[in-house]
């Protein structure tokens, strides 16, 4: 059966689920629209409920599951990009424990603090997944991993990576039992440049908040790491700090090989 009206009692749940952020934490449940990020979703073992799909517009192999047919007029309103490819999945959430994670002995992790823009959270997994970090932790997060816009800005990326929630006393004990060693990003006189540090042991590094950075929790529980910068700007967009950051590890771990 086509659904043809907003109405609907399933367009209504699926257009809460993406604009309602507690509605879709509460419910354990996501939407991933587009069909490279359904593909990927599926890849890394996401367990789907249902698909939407618009037939005169999504011209691939459908994939199994439950199906909804729905109208371009539906399809165009409940879709939350400007341009898609007229599949939209809904997915249960994966609840990962960092106290599961299992570090190898020269694993580097990114950890942000108190993000609160789903795009940059979103360009920051999808450099995390290009270049091979092992995982990335958000402590004390102002938005979540299955939020609309950071599966768009991650294209996907968020469903291959190992991603965690915590806050800033249980990932220290977590680091510290794990014997990382910690790269925070707070400017004083004693940070040294990114690339003198050594990422082929194992390593976690830490960013702040763009307007104030890294909160007084961290103070004295790393070493000073920062990105040698010429010109007369001091600071970077986090998202761009980032990538550059796991550039260098990967540079580093290419050239011990």
């Not at 806050?167 to 790269?183: D, V």
């Not at 040698?228 to 967009?237: A, E, R, T, V």
Request: aromatic share 10%; hydrophobic share 35%.
């Amino acid at each position: 059966m086509l659904i043809e009206s907003l109405q609907n009692e399933k367009i209504k749940n699926l257009t809460r689920l993406i604009t309602d952020n507690r509605f879709r934490r509460k419910s354990g449940i996501f939407v991933v629209e587009g069909k490279q990020e359904n593909d990927r979703a599926l890849q890394f073992g996401y367990e789907n409920i249902e698909f939407f799909i618009c037939e005169s517009i999504y011209n691939e192999d459908v994939p199994q599951g439950k199906m909804n047919l729905v109208s371009e007029k539906v399809y165009y309103k409940i879709a939350y990009r400007g341009s898609s490819e007229g599949i939209i999945g809904i997915y249960k959430a994966k609840m990962n424990d960092l106290s599961a994670f299992e570090p190898k002995e020269n694993s580097s992790i990114i950890i942000v603090e108190s993000i609160e823009k789903p795009g940059n959270l979103g360009a920051i997994l999808r450099s995390c997944e290009a270049f091979g970090i092992d995982a990335l932790i958000v402590t004390d997060a102002k938005t979540d991993f299955y939020n609309p816009n950071v599966i768009r800005s991650s294209v996907g990326c968020l469903f291959g990576m190992n991603v965690f929630q915590s806050n800033n006393q249980e990932l220290l004990e977590f680091l510290e039992n794990n014997k990382f060693n910690i790269y925070t990003t707070l400017m004083d006189e004693s940070a040294e440049d990114l690339y003198k540090r050594n990422f082929m042991e194992k390593s976690a590094l830490l960013f702040g908040t763009e307007h104030s950075g890294l909160s007084d929790f961290w103070i004295g529980k790393g070493k000073n790491t920062l990105i040698p910068m010429s010109g007369s700007i001091d600071s970077l967009n986090l998202s761009n700090a980032v990538a550059i950051s796991c550039y260098e590890i990967l540079r580093q771990k290419l050239n011990h090989k």
